[in-house]
């Protein structure tokens, strides 16, 4: 089995001028936990829902609520983006890409073929795969 088998392809991304806002609304609304960045075509970074928590000034900081959403419209996503983040090209064995994900202890891989994203590796995406194979 290899990873084209069992990615998801219908990758939702962004570019690093998006702002937190939208990727704060991304996470939520298509209630997923990655996003990988792009620009021209290619994949520059991912951003996921705990870099986004972490960038996400807190509301007991006393700011009013006009501030406050001022910073998330402020706050790009190449600020709090991970810059080359860690990749499988399409044809890599399902096994060696599990091993990534054990080793690295990352919650998603993005899928790449000469630096373009054609999908995503997610932890669900492999939960389905072991669901698959255990008996009834």
């Given at each position: 089995?290899?990873?084209?088998?069992?990615?998801?392809?219908?990758?939702?991304t962004l570019t690093p001028?998006?702002?937190?806002?939208?990727?704060?609304?991304?996470?939520?609304?298509?209630?997923?936990?990655?996003?990988?960045?792009?620009?021209?075509?290619?994949?520059v970074g991912i951003v996921t829902d705990r870099d986004v928590k972490r960038a996400t000034p807190s509301v007991l900081a006393g700011w009013d609520r006009a501030h406050?959403?001022?910073?998330?419209?402020?706050?790009?996503?190449?600020?709090?983006?991970?810059?080359?983040?860690?990749?499988?090209p399409r044809q890599s064995a399902l096994k060696a890409a599990v091993e990534i994900f054990l080793d690295k202890k990352v919650g998603a891989l993005p899928v790449v073929d000469k630096g373009h994203l054609v999908g995503i590796l997610t932890e669900i995406d492999i939960l389905r795969v072991a669901y698959?194979?255990?008996p009834e």
């Open positions: 089995m290899i990873v084209e088998d069992v990615m998801t392809r219908d990758v939702v001028e998006h702002t937190l806002r939208d990727a704060i609304d991304t996470l939520r609304s298509k209630r997923i936990r990655h996003l990988p960045v792009v620009e021209d075509q290619k994949l406050y959403d001022e910073m998330l419209l402020t706050i790009k996503v190449a600020q709090l983006m991970t810059r080359e983040p860690i990749t499988v698959d194979l255990l």
